[in-house]
């Protein structure tokens, strides 16, 4: 408790937010807010490398010193001082929570589980990591493509292995990521196959035939079918034991998955029901009435409406905190998810925003403009626009640390890899 007060003497400089938004991050997100608080820098504390390396103390306590500084500039610096503070500096454990500090609210928590227990060169993997932010911060960037559909592909979802891609063609499809083959196909659908999600132990698919199919994952046989929906069911998501699915009936019902009965019912919307996304017991849609609605699943009541696009919605993701929509507007809104709040409206697309998809860090749009645009998150800034890949209207993308995958009309699918001589990828996703 000594050494923790007395490193944080100082104090770490406060930057004013650089907008509304990011004070709204700050106070929101834990992580983010708890790697801040403990950055230091030699600049900002009241006692700098040369006062810290004077210290004469025990191999195990001088480490315990390093690490609280917290700060990848600072522990360089340590290093130069002197060969046993270059050896401290270097230290497994310094480099191993520095890593975690600095990177770990933006590694998957799934990943991180297993990085936890892992024996890694923790300096090696943050310089592999920091190549990777570049290539993103850059453009450096490959696309690679994935052709087998015979028309347009609507949907896709991925994992570190495969690809699963929902088409026009009614058949859902399954690749191999690394090979870019397709190694599996499903038919069962007699019509486009608009929507799909799955995990390890369901695929729940939703088409213009009107039905919602819930498939077994492991052996890909079909479970059973729901009806309900009087028009094309264009989106699914699901959680634990329920399916949540939006129609251009206008409604929204709810599922139970394992027996397939229809639970409830949400009406409200004035056009189709274009788009959901669940978090926790919430479901945010977006529909043709240019209206956003948060529910809560448990009651069927609609919490909040959140109002502001000038034309009909086509896409929207929550992630507890935050709404993100993209409109025929040609715009996309931030959302405060709490209060209904637009925090601000992104405009450089040239036509319908189709699809989106964000962390705290980006949002990745994709346009009936036949591009995909990146975006600072907590600033609004275009990062950079992808195009010439797709040659017509982008359906979905979905992203993660290393790559972007999108769907379009043209019938395929594009890989945006942003590895380039980057190790340890598997390490990052």
Same mark, same amino acid.
């Given at each position: 408790? /000594?050494?923790?007060?007395? *490193?944080?003497?100082?104090?770490?400089?406060e930057l004013p937010p650089l907008s509304k938004l990011d004070a709204e991050v700050s106070?929101?997100?834990?992580?983010?807010? $708890?790697?801040?608080?403990? +950055?230091?820098?030699?600049?900002?504390? #009241?006692?700098?490398?040369?006062?810290?390396?004077?210290?004469?103390?025990?191999?195990?306590?001088?480490?315990?010193?390093?690490?609280?500084?917290?700060? /990848?500039?600072?522990?360089?610096?340590?290093?130069?001082?002197?060969?046993?503070?270059?050896?401290?500096?270097?230290?497994?454990?310094?480099?191993?929570?520095?890593?975690?500090?600095?990177?770990?609210? !933006?590694?998957?928590?799934?990943?991180?589980?297993?990085?936890?227990?892992?024996?890694?060169?923790?300096?090696?993997?943050?310089?592999?990591?920091?190549?990777?932010?570049?290539?993103?911060?850059?453009?450096?960037?490959? %696309?690679?493509?994935?052709?087998?559909?015979?028309?347009?592909?609507?949907?896709?979802? /991925?994992?570190?292995?495969?690809?699963?891609?929902?088409?026009?063609? +009614?058949?859902?499809?399954?690749?191999?990521?690394?090979?870019?083959?397709?190694?599996?196909? *499903?038919?069962?659908?007699?019509?486009?196959?608009?929507?799909?999600?799955?995990?390890?132990?369901?695929?729940?698919?939703?088409?213009?035939?009107?039905?919602?199919?819930?498939?077994?994952?492991?052996?890909?046989?079909?479970?059973?079918?729901?009806?309900?929906?009087?028009?094309?069911?264009?989106?699914?998501?699901?959680?634990?034991?329920?399916?949540?699915?939006?129609?251009?009936?206008?409604?929204?019902?709810?599922?139970?998955?394992?027996?397939?009965?229809?639970?409830?019912?949400?009406?409200?919307?004035?056009?189709?029901?274009?788009?959901?996304?669940?978090?926790?017991?919430?479901?945010?849609? %977006?529909?043709?009435?240019?209206?956003?609605?948060?529910?809560?699943?448990?009651?069927? +009541?609609?919490? !909040?409406?959140?109002?502001?696009?000038?034309?009909?919605? #086509?896409?929207?993701?929550?992630?507890?905190?935050?709404?993100?929509?993209?409109?025929?507007?040609?715009?996309? !809104?931030?959302?405060?998810?709490?209060?209904? $709040?637009?925090?601000?409206?992104?405009?450089?697309?040239?036509?319908?925003?189709?699809? *989106?998809? /964000?962390?705290?860090? +980006?949002?990745?749009?994709?346009?009936?403009?036949?591009?995909?645009?990146?975006?600072?998150?907590?600033?609004?800034?275009?990062?950079?626009? *992808?195009?010439?890949?797709?040659?017509?209207?982008?359906?979905?993308?979905?992203?993660? #640390? %290393?790559?972007?995958?999108?769907?379009?009309?043209?019938?395929?699918?594009?890989?945006?890899?942003f590895t380039n001589k980057v190790d340890n990828v598997m390490d990052f996703i």
């Open positions: 408790m /000594f050494l923790r007060g007395w *490193l944080r003497k100082g104090g770490p400089a106070k929101d997100d834990p992580m983010e807010a $708890e790697v801040d608080e403990r +950055r230091l820098s030699a600049t900002d504390s #009241a006692f700098g490398v040369e006062e810290i390396t004077r210290l004469a103390l025990p191999y195990e306590l001088a480490v315990h010193v390093v690490m609280e500084v917290n700060d /990848f500039d600072t522990v360089e610096s340590i290093a130069m001082v002197s060969k046993r503070w270059r050896k401290l500096a270097t230290d497994k454990e310094v480099w191993k929570k520095l890593y975690f500090s600095h990177w770990g609210s !933006r590694t998957p928590e799934s990943t991180l589980k297993k990085l936890r227990h892992a024996n890694r060169d923790w300096k090696q993997l943050h310089f592999q990591r920091q190549l990777l932010e570049r290539n993103w911060n850059k453009g450096i960037v490959t %696309a690679k493509y994935l052709s087998g559909h015979h028309d347009a592909v609507y949907c896709i979802q /991925f994992d570190h292995n495969q690809i699963i891609s929902g088409s026009r063609d +009614r058949t859902i499809k399954f690749w191999d990521l690394e090979s870019r083959k397709c190694i599996q196909t *499903l038919e069962g659908h007699k019509g486009s196959v608009l929507c799909l999600q799955y995990d390890l132990r369901y695929i729940v698919t939703g088409s213009s035939d009107t039905t919602i199919i819930i498939w077994d994952y492991e052996n890909k046989k079909k479970l059973r079918t729901l009806e309900g929906h009087a028009a094309p069911v264009l989106d699914v998501r699901f959680k634990d034991d329920i399916v949540v699915s939006c129609s251009k009936d206008c409604t929204i019902k709810i599922w139970d998955i394992s027996t397939g009965r229809l639970r409830r019912t949400l009406q409200g919307h004035h056009a189709a029901v274009n788009a959901i996304h669940l978090h926790q017991n919430y479901v945010a849609s %977006a529909s043709g009435d240019c209206i956003i609605k948060l529910w809560d699943i448990d009651t069927g +009541r609609c919490i !909040r409406d959140f109002a502001g696009h000038a034309r009909g919605l #086509a896409c929207v993701q929550f992630d507890g905190d935050y709404l993100v929509s993209g409109s025929n507007d040609k715009t996309i !809104r931030i959302w405060n998810a709490r209060t209904g $709040e637009c925090l601000r409206t992104l405009t450089g697309h040239e036509d319908l925003v189709r699809t *989106l998809c /964000f962390d705290r860090r +980006r949002i990745v749009s994709g346009s009936y403009d036949q591009t995909i645009k990146v975006w600072d998150f907590r600033t609004g800034d275009p990062l950079m626009t *992808l195009k010439g890949a797709h040659s017509s209207w982008v359906f979905h993308v979905q992203m993660d #640390a %290393a790559k972007i995958i999108s769907a379009s009309q043209d019938k395929k699918i594009v890989i945006w890899d």
